[in-house]
């Protein structure tokens, strides 16, 4: 089993397989999905970061309510526009829309973030609980997140690292 899937080492030789095969990397160079995917990603941390602060101060202070429950839900569209440009960037790259081997388990947990974030917003939308218990919900949800975009932070860190330089290429 783990000798057909790329995300483990091959036992014989040591070596990890390549996150893409190199018709996959011209793919993924070529599609505007990937340039996409770069601004989004950024973008959506930085939300992120303003937020988390927002819903602490919030947590904090008792104040400041309508500013944290704002940044959740432009954070939680935010995601729902990476999670679905992403799903497309699989596709072109991969020939699949989600659960790819080289990004399965970014995918999974990738669900676990969407499930939180939404719960937040039916909590809201539906007035269940308390405000606090909804920023604590939004709490979880961002730890989620953080755990999620280190995941692929290590997996760009990781493709990153197998890239063959183009001179090196040519000279094979």
Same mark, same amino acid.
Do not use: C
């Given at each position: 089993?783990?000798?057909?899937?790329?995300?483990?080492?091959?036992?014989?030789?040591?070596?990890?397989?390549?996150?893409?095969?190199?018709?996959?990397?011209?793919?993924?160079?070529?599609?505007?999905?990937?340039?996409?995917?770069?601004?989004?990603?950024?973008?959506?941390?930085?939300?992120?970061?303003?937020?988390?602060?927002?819903?602490? *101060?919030?947590?904090?202070?008792?104040?400041? @309510? !309508?500013? $944290? =429950?704002?940044? /959740?839900? +432009?954070?939680? %569209?935010? &995601?729902?526009?990476?999670?679905?440009?992403?799903?497309?960037?699989?596709?072109?790259?991969?020939?699949?829309?989600?659960?790819?081997?080289?990004?399965?388990?970014?995918?999974?947990?990738?669900?676990?973030?969407?499930?939180?974030?939404?719960?937040?917003?039916?909590?809201?939308?539906?007035?269940?609980?308390?405000? *606090?218990?909804?920023?604590?919900?939004?709490? @979880? !949800?961002? $730890? =989620?997140?953080? /755990?999620? +975009?280190?995941? %692929?932070? &290590?997996?760009?860190?990781?493709?990153?690292?197998?890239?063959?330089?183009?001179?090196?290429?040519?000279?094979?």
């Amino acid at each position: 089993m783990r000798a057909n899937n790329p995300q483990f080492s091959d036992t014989k030789s040591g070596a990890t397989a390549p996150l893409y095969t190199p018709e996959e990397r011209i793919r993924r160079d070529s599609t505007r999905w990937t340039l996409v995917q770069g601004i989004l990603a950024p973008i959506q941390f930085l939300i992120f970061l303003i937020s988390l602060g927002l819903v602490l *101060r919030y947590l904090e202070t008792g104040h400041g @309510a !309508a500013a $944290a =429950t704002a940044s /959740i839900v +432009a954070k939680t %569209f935010t &995601l729902y526009t990476i999670m679905i440009t992403g799903s497309i960037w699989e596709k072109v790259v991969f020939g699949k829309w989600l659960f790819v081997p080289a990004f399965f388990w970014e995918d999974v947990f990738s669900m676990l973030v969407l499930a939180l974030h939404t719960a937040y917003l039916v909590a809201l939308i539906g007035g269940y609980g308390t405000e *606090r218990g909804r920023m604590l919900l939004a709490l @979880a !949800a961002y $730890a =989620t997140y953080a /755990i999620n +975009a280190t995941q %692929f932070i &290590l997996k760009l860190r990781a493709a990153r690292l197998q890239a063959v330089p183009a001179n090196m290429a040519l000279a094979a």
